[in-house]
């Protein structure tokens, strides 16, 4: 028993050895989503606060990542989060994705799925008030009818 005890924590010391990439890449202000659609600070703050972490290249990586396996989890939600919408490269979209994207947007917040509540479960500062989603959505529909014209 000692011995596979010896054993796990010899892995569980290993594993800490393979680190992910906490680089984010430069932000260019000019393909940001907040200056792009012009989005009011109201917007701007709710959309940081409870998407950047994950949807931008303004990540920041709290404590726990130092931590494998839970590094590994959570930049694998990074990376996938990133390749669904990077709200920091939203100027190199065309039209037919932005409004995919904010049709995605939409969807995500009536159908509460986003921000994932594992992410709500650390970060208690981006669970969406009722009020806050409904200040999103009505957003979200000025997106749409901008991208009408």
């Known amino acids: ?22 680089n984010n890449p430069p932000v260019d202000p000019n393909k940001d989503y907040i200056k792009i659609t012009h989005a009011p600070a109201q917007i701007a703050e709710i959309i940081k ?19 494998a396996p839970i590094s590994w989890y959570i930049k694998g939600h990074i990376n996938e989060g ?5 709200f920091s490269e939203f100027g190199n979209y ?6 995919h994207i904010n049709s995605g947007l939409v969807s995500a917040i009536k159908r509460e799925t986003m921000p994932l509540s594992s992410y709500v479960w650390m970060h208690k500062e981006a669970e969406l008030t ?6 999103l959505l009505n957003w979200f529909e000025i997106f749409d009818k901008k991208s009408d014209k």
């Open 49 to 67: 606060k409870a998407c950047y972490d994950c949807h931008s290249n303004e990540v920041k990586y709290p404590w726990y990542t130092n931590l």
């Open 1 to 22: 028993m000692k011995k596979k005890i010896g054993i796990i924590v010899i892995v569980i010391l290993l594993i800490q050895l393979i680190r992910i990439d906490k």
């Open 94 to 99: 065309n039209m037919y994705q932005k409004e």
């Open 82 to 86: 990133k390749e669904y919408l990077n």
């Open 130 to 135: 009722s009020q806050e989603k409904t200040i």
